[in-house]
T-cell receptor, first 114, second 115 residues
Framework: NAGVTQTPKFQVLKTGQSMTLQCAQD?????MSWYRQDPGMGLRLIHY???????DQGEVPNGYNVSRSTTEDFPLRLLSAAPSQTSVYFC?????????????FGPGTRLTVL | AQTVTQSQPEMSVQEAETVTLSCTYD???????LFWYKQPPSRQMILVIR??????QNATENRFSVNFQKAAKSFSLKISDSQLGDAAMYFC????????????FGTGTRLTIIP
């Protein structure tokens, strides 16, 4: 199993550009989520999904869109990048329905918005 | 709202010694789960240990153990026989049933191992 994969690993954008961060998992997990990590702030939840066709907002959703058309993929879209979105982004997945389950994280994407 | 606090931004320990990282949390839930994640320079988030709130026994995983004090809402991580590979950021996290599986993280503690 590859686990959780994310592409790209690094990205530089100009203000106003759009892009999609890709996330895929091969563990058949229902639950997938996106976090952003900023210095001194830990990881904060952006959006999450509990299955194909079902998504919901986390605590910092503004400026980001998600969709979930398959169990495996959960892309994160930035429609108009802003410097405040400079961060490291992590995708995570786990089975749904038991909070003791480990969430498996991808390797992260470092995004810089100039 | 649930919050997780790690009051030690940085810690250091001599190789082979023992170190304890602190974590406190705030919740009105009675059933929940607590986790410690390790983030080495590679950036990969790795689960170190987990604790179920309904279990009084403290979790242990090899050199890693926790001191879980439910009434005090405290969840500290003890690393014994520290090794150079333990150098990393350590995050405490909280999750509860009905919370949409959301992990609430603390701000992290950077652990340095002194050879």
């Amino acid at each position: 199993n590859a686990g959780v994969t994310q592409t790209p690993k690094f990205q530089v954008l100009k203000t106003g550009q759009s892009m999609t961060l890709q996330c895929a998992q091969d563990m058949n997990h229902e639950y997938m989520s996106w976090y952003r990590q900023d210095p001194g702030m830990g990881l904060r939840l952006i959006h999450y999904s509990v299955g194909a066709g079902i998504t919901d907002q986390g605590e910092v959703p503004n400026g980001y869109n998600v969709s979930r058309s398959t169990t495996e993929d959960f892309p994160l879209r930035l429609l108009s990048a802003a410097p405040s979105q400079t961060s490291v982004y992590f995708c995570a997945s786990s089975p749904w329905g038991d909070s003791r389950n480990e969430q498996f994280f991808g390797p992260g994407t470092r995004l810089t918005v100039l | 709202a649930q919050t997780v606090t790690q009051s030690q931004p940085e810690m250091s320990v001599q190789e082979a010694e023992t170190v304890t990282l602190s974590c406190t949390y705030d919740t009105s839930e009675s059933d929940y789960y607590l986790f410690w994640y390790k983030q080495p320079p590679s950036r990969q988030m790795i689960l170190v240990i987990r604790q179920e709130a309904y279990k009084q026994q403290n979790a242990t995983e090899n050199r890693f153990s926790v001191n879980f004090q439910k009434a005090a809402k405290s969840f500290s991580l003890k690393i014994s026989d520290s090794q150079l590979g333990d150098a990393a950021m350590y995050f405490c996290a909280y999750r509860y049933p009905g919370g949409n599986e959301k992990l609430t993280f603390g701000t992290g503690t950077r652990l340095t191992i002194i050879p």
